[in-house]
């Protein structure tokens, strides 16, 4: 069975409009998307009315300009549950791992905590335990305040309502820190955690993006304090963004390790298996407000005095 040359063609240049559409902001005219594609303008409206009829685009009846279409919506969703988070995940938390000699992790929010789905050893000999399948409080491990800066305002308002419980004298337990520390990881575009949950542990963590933008996931770094010291932080948190970077881009999602960036979504996750096989995460919902740069810290403006770890 032979190939028309032509079919072939049309398919990639509607598959180019489509991707075309997705990185336009919201909705974008004939003439613009034949411009950026070096087709014809006749070409161009020939496809879109295909792709029109299929539900893949829509045009506005007052502009006249195209958007993507629900049936896009609807693959993509189709697509996103069948994705291993897990899985996806792990040969970059190895790599990372490899790479800096420490631990590495995966978690997703479980409702109001943190839950690890995956994790990787480091070479070094002493080891910090396996937290696979374990849950933690948010507020008081890198991974968990990433997610948290995540959340709606009134979200956090919620979570600290109900107190937050002190683990160190540098645990994060009142509102106008916490509120001020999540804005900072909104900024820079990672958290640290130094001796808040455990006297001696210390860790950072990077945003996960989707497709959509939304974070539904943290990658992170830690390990002793004697070895995870603030003066490894910059170089860590750089490590640790550019491993949570890879895997969005493995979920359909965009590099965001450079900023400022700002999204606000809403995401569903599919997390499957973990390492003994014996936890599963599914339809994981996060809203998100993200705010990233490429800003590292001095070792100096990591060590500030408690209440407010850096």
Not at 44 to 64: C, F, I, M, P, Y
Not at 77 to 84: I, M, P, S, V
Not at 186 to 209: D, F, K
Not at 216 to 227: E, K, N, Q
């Amino acid at each position: 069975m032979s190939i028309d040359g032509n079919a072939v063609r049309s398919v990639d240049r509607a598959a180019a409009l489509l991707l075309a559409l997705g990185d336009s902001q919201g909705e974008a005219g004939v003439t613009e998307l034949a411009r950026r594609l070096g087709l014809h303008k006749s070409t161009a409206s020939r496809l879109l009315a295909t792709l029109q009829k299929r539900g893949l685009v829509e045009q506005d009846d007052e502009t006249g300009k195209y958007r993507l279409g629900l049936v896009v919506i609807r693959l993509a969703e189709r697509a996103e549950k069948t994705l291993d988070l897990r899985g996806i995940a792990m040969p970059e938390l190895e790599r990372l791992a490899r790479l800096t000699h420490e631990t590495t992790g995966l978690g997703v929010l479980d409702g109001d905590s943190l839950l690890t789905v995956a994790q990787a050893d480091g070479p070094n000999l002493i080891a910090v335990g396996d937290w696979t399948g374990r849950s933690v409080p948010l507020h008081c491990v890198a991974s968990g305040k990433v997610l948290l800066a995540a959340l709606a305002e009134r979200e956090v308002l919620r979570i600290v309502r109900r107190g937050l419980m002190s683990f160190t004298e540098r645990t994060i337990v009142e509102l106008e820190p916490l509120l001020e520390e999540l804005a900072r990881i909104r900024r820079r575009g990672y958290a640290t955690a130094l001796s808040e949950y455990e006297i001696g542990l210390n860790a950072v963590a990077a945003p996960v993006h989707d497709a959509r933008g939304a974070v539904i996931a943290a990658v992170d770094i830690w390990g002793p304090a004697f070895r995870l010291t603030p003066r490894r932080i910059p170089e860590l948190a750089a490590q640790a963004r550019d491993a949570a970077a890879a895997i969005s881009i493995r979920l359909g999602g965009a590099a965001r390790n450079a900023g400022p960036v700002g999204v606000v979504a809403a995401a569903t996750a599919a997390v499957s298996g973990t390492a003994n096989g014996t936890h599963g995460l599914t339809g994981t919902h996060v809203a998100l407000t993200v705010e990233e740069s490429a800003e590292a810290p001095s070792p100096a403006t990591l060590e500030v005095p408690a209440p407010v770890p850096a």
